[in-house]
């Protein structure tokens, strides 16, 4: 039986009526193209109770008023931070790194003929990809990193997360997860329990918020795109939408590399599948 749609403003509560959780569910695909699924009500609660809590709210109702008065973007853009996902670490899924070294930036540098280099980093969460991309950089294409021929683009739907990975500071539980002892001595500097990149590194990423959902006109031609284990959380029109717009901005020369469960299969047929040992990516056909 469909749960009763109830008025809910004005009491305290733990759960979500059905009107409410659709109504929340509406506004993060609105806002953020972001699909939630219905029988995460429980996720929901707990997320919302955080931004309650953060904002000193006082009770989920009264976020719930907020958000339906429409009169408080803070309230809008703390709630879609709090539903999206942002677990990410160093050098996630390993094999990718030594290939895009060895292999695909080479391949597409030749392709070109030029040297110079523009990465996409689509959904950079705190900015342990970009980074990470920004070592590979430096330890396989040192001139490059030296003459400033490498450009890393990271954005995300979250401020928060932008605003981390500008700092690029980082607790020793997130460097530990993936980051290897001697990357983390050259290119991070201790601060108390912390450890912070050195400008070396930062100076290579460009990090700003940025919605896949929306215009990508503000973004240069790129040469590689990553768009690791993001577009899973979108419905199968909006990932045809972003795929078909990410292909307008890829170099003839260019790969789209998404992640290692994810493909293309079923929602475009413009780019071509090229495998690098282990490591699939797109080029655009």
């Known amino acids: 039986m469909q749960p009763k749609a109830t008025s809910t403003v004005g009491a305290s509560r733990a759960d979500l009526s059905a009107s409410d959780l659709e109504f929340v569910r509406k506004l993060i695909r609105d806002r953020g193209g972001i ?92 900015g342990q990809e970009p980074y990470s991309l920004a070592i590979v950089i430096q330890e396989n294409f040192a001139r490059l990193a030296r003459e400033g021929k490498v450009r890393i683009i990271a954005t995300d739907l979250s401020p928060s997360m932008i605003e981390r990975c500008r700092e690029g500071r980082y607790s020793r539980f997130e460097v530990s997860r993936g980051l290897p002892p001697e990357y983390l001595e050259r290119y991070f500097v201790p601060d108390g329990n912390d450890y912070v990149v050195k400008d070396s590194l930062r100076s290579m990423v460009d990090a700003r918020t940025l919605n896949l959902t929306g215009s990508l006109a503000s973004l240069p031609r790129v040469d590689l795109v990553m768009l690791r284990n993001v577009l899973i959380y979108f419905s199968a029109q909006t990932k045809k939408e972003i795929l078909n717009r990410i292909r307008t901005l890829l170099r003839p020369e260019g790969y789209l590399m998404l992640g290692g469960a994810e493909s293309l299969v079923g929602l475009d047929t413009g780019y071509e599948r090229i495998s690098f040992d282990r490591t699939v990516v797109y080029r655009p056909g």
């Open 35 to 126: 699909e939630l699924d219905a029988d995460k009500g429980y996720l929901v609660v707990a997320r919302l109770q955080k931004v309650v809590s953060a904002l000193s709210l006082g009770t989920l109702d009264q976020l719930l008023a907020e958000l339906r008065s429409g009169r408080r973007r803070d309230i809008e853009e703390a709630v879609l931070d709090a539903m999206t996902t942002n677990e990410t670490l160093f050098f996630r899924d390993s094999h990718p790194f030594p290939t895009l070294a060895e292999k695909i930036i080479p391949q597409i540098l030749a392709d070109k003929g030029t040297d110079d280099l523009t990465i996409w980093c689509a959904a950079a969460s705190s």
